[in-house]
Structure formats: structure tokens, C-alpha cells
């Protein structure tokens, strides 16, 4: 079974761009969750999608926004981009097992640089 | 502010020989905690998940888990250099979401 694929892996944007980021989940997972990870904040969460509906969300900015399509796949968008956004960003898909129970399986990342 | 906190290490281990990771959480709520791996430059991959107090076993690893004083603990047995890696304790809190302690690094001397 394939894993969690994320495009592209690497970006390099400047300044006040915006930019996507895809996620293909696992197949058969319907849970989206996005994270940030930076050397000096670690893991921080972003938002989790579900059957496309937003479920959970993090203390980011309103300039991250997600979206999740019928077929699980998910984008995230950043617009207005500081040079602290560079930051590896991960997806990562989950299968429920119980209520509250599930687990999560990460993509690769796509890094990315703002200069 | 929910908190995870770890020892950022780095905890160096002889080969052979057992690991022990600790990870304490704020959250009282949380009901579902799993261990990652992240080797430098990858993604992180899950490891172990524990969802009732005691122990949980796969392999050489053994997952603790006391909900009365927060702590959750990761033992690697039998240590290989490739154990080498950081480890993520993450508790999922009562409102869902999982929350990343900011990981111990793990060093197994040859």
C-alpha cells in the first residue's frame, strides 16, 4: 500500500508570494491533519480535514488555510509569505481506529524556503 | 497551554544496552499517546501507540503509560546504532489534537 505522498518536496519562494502544498493520504484514510516543523518551535500543529470538512485547527494565522477534496486529497495554501514560514511542512493521514484512538501516518514533507 | 515536555538530550546509550525516554504532558485529558522516530531529515515515523495505563510491547519496544502522573515512557531494548534518531512523544489532548513534545535525541555508541 502506498504511503502518504506530498508535492513538491522542495519550494523556494520569495517574500509576499503565496504558495500550495499537496497531500495524497494513504488510501482508505479520510483524516487530513498538516503540521509545521521548525528547528526552534518543533512540531506545531496547523489543521486537521475530514470528509473535506475542517475538524480541528491550530494557533496559526488566518494566512494558512487548508481544503480537502471527496477524494481525501489536501491542500494547504499560504499566502503573504514571511521568512519565518520556512519550515518543513508535513501531512499526514489517519485511519480511525476507536473514538479518539486513531493513529497518523506521515508524508515526506515539502521544505520550504522563503527568502 | 498544553504542554510536552522532554529531555532534548542528547542521551547516549552503549549498543546493547537498554533506552529510556520519558515525556511528561499537562493535558489530564488526553487519552491516546504514540512515540515517532525522525531521523535527521526525514518525516517522523510512528513507532509505538498507547492508549491504557501500563505497558505495551512490540519488539524491543516497550511503550509505559501512567495517566495519574502524566508520564509516558519509551524503552528500547537491546539498542542498535540505528536506534540513533529523535523521538516524539505525542500525546493526543482532550480536544483531538495531537500535540509534539520537542523530541530527546537518542545517540547508541558502537
Known amino acids: 500500500k502506498a504511503g502518504v505522498t506530498q508535492t513538491p518536496r522542495y519550494l523556494i519562494k520569495t517574500r509576499g508570494q503565496q504558495v500550495t502544498l499537496s497531500c495524497s493520504p494513504i488510501?482508505?484514510?479520510?483524516?487530513v491533519s498538516w503540521y509545521q516543523q521548525t528547528p526552534g518551535q518543533g512540531l506545531q500543529f496547523l489543521f486537521e480535514?475530514?470528509?473535506?470538512?475542517?475538524?480541528n485547527k491550530g494557533n496559526f494565522p488566518g494566512r494558512f488555510s487548508g481544503r480537502q477534496f471527496s477524494n481525501s486529497r489536501s491542500e494547504m495554501n499560504v499566502s503573504t509569505l514571511e521568512l519565518g514560514d520556512s519550515a518543513l511542512y508535513l501531512c499526514?493521514?489517519?485511519?480511525?481506529?476507536?473514538?479518539?484512538?486513531?493513529?497518523?501516518?506521515f508524508g515526506p514533507g515539502t521544505r520550504l524556503t522563503v527568502t | 497551554q498544553k504542554e510536552v515536555e522532554q529531555n532534548s538530550g542528547p542521551l547516549s546509550v552503549p549498543e546493547g544496552a537498554i533506552a529510556s525516554l520519558n515525556c511528561t504532558y499537562s493535558?489530564?485529558?488526553?487519552?491516546?499517546f504514540f512515540w515517532y522516530r525522525q531521523y535527521s531529515g526525514k518525516s517522523p515515523e510512528l513507532i509505538m501507540s498507547?492508549?491504557?495505563?501500563g505497558d505495551k510491547e512490540d519488539g524491543r519496544f516497550t511503550a509505559q503509560l501512567n495517566k495519574a502522573s502524566q508520564y509516558v515512557s519509551l524503552l528500547i531494548r537491546d539498542s542498535q546504532p540505528s536506534d540513533s534518531a529523535t523521538y516524539l512523544c505525542?500525546?493526543?489532548?482532550?480536544?483531538?489534537?495531537?500535540?509534539f513534545g520537542k523530541g530527546t535525541r537518542l545517540h547508541i555508541l558502537p
Open positions: 499526514a493521514s489517519s485511519l480511525l481506529l476507536a473514538p479518539k484512538h486513531y493513529e497518523q501516518y
Open positions: 488510501s482508505g484514510h479520510r483524516s
Open positions: 480535514y475530514f470528509s473535506e470538512t475542517q475538524r
Open positions: 493535558d489530564r485529558g488526553s487519552q491516546s
Open positions: 498507547i492508549y491504557s495505563n
Open positions: 505525542a500525546p493526543r489532548d482532550r480536544d483531538d489534537k495531537i500535540i
